[in-house]
């Protein structure tokens, strides 16, 4: 029997990600095909924003090529440039940082906390200098950052807020979608995120002021879109700006991953809690640590589950032995403060010892929507079997 249960746990070959397509998905991408018409903000990129708008009670969604054009995007529309500082946490992905580095800015590398590596809104406020322009945060794993305190320092300092809500699409903070609550927020449809379009993101403008000339960096520096909507006779340029918009193929597919949003995010929660309520036993022996529930008025949108080993040894150890099972994981950011392009924009190294002992434990266990029951219980018994204990 235990020979035969080896045999048939050997099959398995459990990718980290893959993304969920249906019959709904080809068919829309084939609808966009002959639509006749390939370019960005046709009718499947309308449906998409009405989508978000009636569902989400997100407005002012611009559909854009990547979440890193996105926070790009914010970085034009701030008017980042040399001699303003950005505060943001080292432990995230180069596209927060580059859409600051890009315009000249210098990025100030805050700590994060233990509990959710989101930016740890009590150091905030002693890194706000004269030069402190903005504050963009993310939100780590779908979970969103302390809204509440980071909005009042923000108010209080006159400072701009971002959320890099790359993962977040789906999460709620007290009430409202994570990206409708700083100035701007971006969101990512990459293939690895909950709801993807192979490449892809979105910039949601919440600060009203910035609406008007957003548009108009989208579209090339010009007014084309107010053109489009048949406000003026004849679009030209009106700023600096580049093609921002994707095409409706990629709106299309969008299109379709949001239509099943109810069934993507139950699947991935469904899967978080088992990993959750599985895992709690070798956390309670103290082997691991689990990926903890929100408390802070976030909900959960299961865009990741990780553990955190003891150390970075037996990271190491663990993701080789899971390897050797047929999973794939994946640990996340090497903090951008310890990186080579850092070393050389940074004048001094930031002390952030959360963000670089906890970045080292840190593993990401296969999460996607169509990961099957008996594929989820094969890499829990995978886990056991690394910390030799029974379940
Ligand atoms: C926090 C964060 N910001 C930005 C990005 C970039 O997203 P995209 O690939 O859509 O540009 C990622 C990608 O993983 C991310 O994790």
């Given at each position: 029997?235990?020979?035969?249960?080896?045999?048939?746990?050997?099959?398995?070959?459990?990718?980290?990600?893959?993304p969920s397509i249906t019959n709904k998905e080809k068919k829309y991408v084939l609808q966009a095909l002959?639509s006749?018409k390939?370019?960005g903000d046709g009718a499947f990129t309308k449906k998409v924003n009405n989508l978000f708008k009636e569902k989400f009670?997100?407005?002012?969604f611009?559909l854009?090529?990547?979440?890193?054009?996105?926070?790009?995007?914010?970085?034009?529309?701030?008017?980042?440039?040399?001699?303003?500082?950005?505060?943001?946490?080292?432990?995230?992905?180069?596209?927060?940082?580059?859409?600051?580095?890009?315009?000249?800015?210098?990025?100030?590398?805050?700590?994060?906390?233990?509990?959710?590596?989101?930016?740890?809104?009590?150091?905030?406020?002693?890194?706000?200098?004269?030069?402190?322009?903005?504050?963009?945060?993310?939100?780590?794993?779908?979970?969103?950052?302390?809204?509440?305190?980071?909005?009042?320092?923000?108010?209080?300092?006159?400072?701009?807020?971002?959320?890099?809500?790359?993962?977040?699409v789906?999460?709620?903070?007290?009430?409202?979608?994570?990206?409708?609550?700083?100035?701007?927020?971006?969101y990512?449809f990459?293939?690895?995120?909950?709801y993807a379009m192979g490449?892809g993101?979105a910039?949601?403008?919440?600060?009203?002021?910035?609406?008007?000339?957003?548009?108009?960096?989208?579209?090339?520096?010009?007014?084309?879109?107010?053109?489009?909507?048949?406000?003026?006779?004849?679009?030209?340029?009106?700023?600096?700006?580049?093609?921002?918009?994707p095409s409706e193929i990629l709106a299309a597919l969008l299109l379709a991953q949001l239509e099943r949003f109810?069934e993507i995010?139950?699947?991935?929660?469904?899967?978080?809690?088992?990993?959750?309520?599985?895992?709690?036993?070798?956390?309670?022996?103290?082997?691991?640590?689990?990926?903890?529930?929100?408390?802070?008025?976030?909900?959960?949108?299961?865009?990741?589950?990780?553990?955190?080993?003891?150390?970075?040894?037996?990271?190491?150890?663990?993701?080789?032995?899971?390897?050797?099972?047929?999973?794939?994981?994946?640990?996340?950011?090497?903090?951008?403060?310890?990186?080579?392009?850092?070393?050389?924009?940074?004048?001094?190294?930031?002390?952030?010892?959360?963000?670089?002992?906890?970045?080292?434990?840190?593993?990401?266990?296969?999460?996607?929507?169509?990961?099957?029951?008996?594929?989820?219980?094969?890499?829990?018994?995978?886990?056991?079997?690394?910390?030799?204990?029974?379940?």
């Amino acid at each position: 029997m235990g020979q035969c249960y080896n045999l048939i746990m050997k099959k398995f070959s459990i990718p980290f990600n893959k993304p969920s397509i249906t019959n709904k998905e080809k068919k829309y991408v084939l609808q966009a095909l002959y639509s006749n018409k390939l370019c960005g903000d046709g009718a499947f990129t309308k449906k998409v924003n009405n989508l978000f708008k009636e569902k989400f009670n997100v407005n002012n969604f611009l559909l854009t090529t990547s979440c890193s054009s996105a926070l790009d995007m914010s970085a034009i529309l701030l008017d980042l440039k040399k001699g303003d500082e950005v505060i943001l946490p080292s432990y995230t992905f180069v596209s927060t940082a580059n859409a600051v580095v890009l315009r000249g800015a210098t990025p100030v590398f805050c700590d994060v906390e233990k509990d959710t590596m989101n930016i740890n809104a009590n150091l905030i406020e002693g890194l706000i200098t004269s030069k402190t322009k903005a504050i963009y945060v993310v939100h780590y794993a779908g979970v969103v950052c302390d809204m509440d305190k980071i909005m009042a320092i923000a108010k209080k300092h006159n400072i701009y807020v971002v959320e890099d809500a790359a993962q977040a699409v789906g999460s709620y903070y007290k009430g409202k979608a994570a990206g409708t609550i700083g100035d701007m927020g971006c969101y990512s449809f990459h293939e690895t995120k909950n709801y993807a379009m192979g490449e892809g993101g979105a910039l949601i403008v919440n600060n009203p002021k910035f609406l008007e000339r957003a548009e108009i960096i989208r579209e090339k520096g010009t007014n084309r879109s107010q053109f489009l909507r048949g406000q003026i006779d004849k679009y030209t340029w009106q700023d600096a700006g580049s093609s921002f918009l994707p095409s409706e193929i990629l709106a299309a597919l969008l299109l379709a991953q949001l239509e099943r949003f109810d069934e993507i995010m139950a699947k991935r929660l469904n899967i978080w809690h088992t990993y959750h309520t599985q895992l709690k036993k070798l956390e309670d022996k103290g082997l691991i640590e689990l990926e903890k529930e929100p408390v802070n008025g976030s909900t959960l949108n299961a865009h990741m589950f990780y553990v955190l080993a003891k150390d970075i040894e037996e990271r190491t150890q663990l993701i080789s032995y899971l390897k050797s099972k047929n999973i794939s994981t994946a640990f996340h950011y090497v903090p951008l403060h310890s990186a080579p392009f850092a070393k050389r924009i940074l004048k001094e190294m930031p002390d952030l010892p959360v963000t670089d002992s906890y970045s080292a434990r840190l593993l990401r266990l296969p999460m996607f929507a169509d990961l099957t029951n008996k594929e989820v219980e094969y890499v829990i018994n995978s886990i056991y079997e690394f910390y030799k204990e029974n379940r």
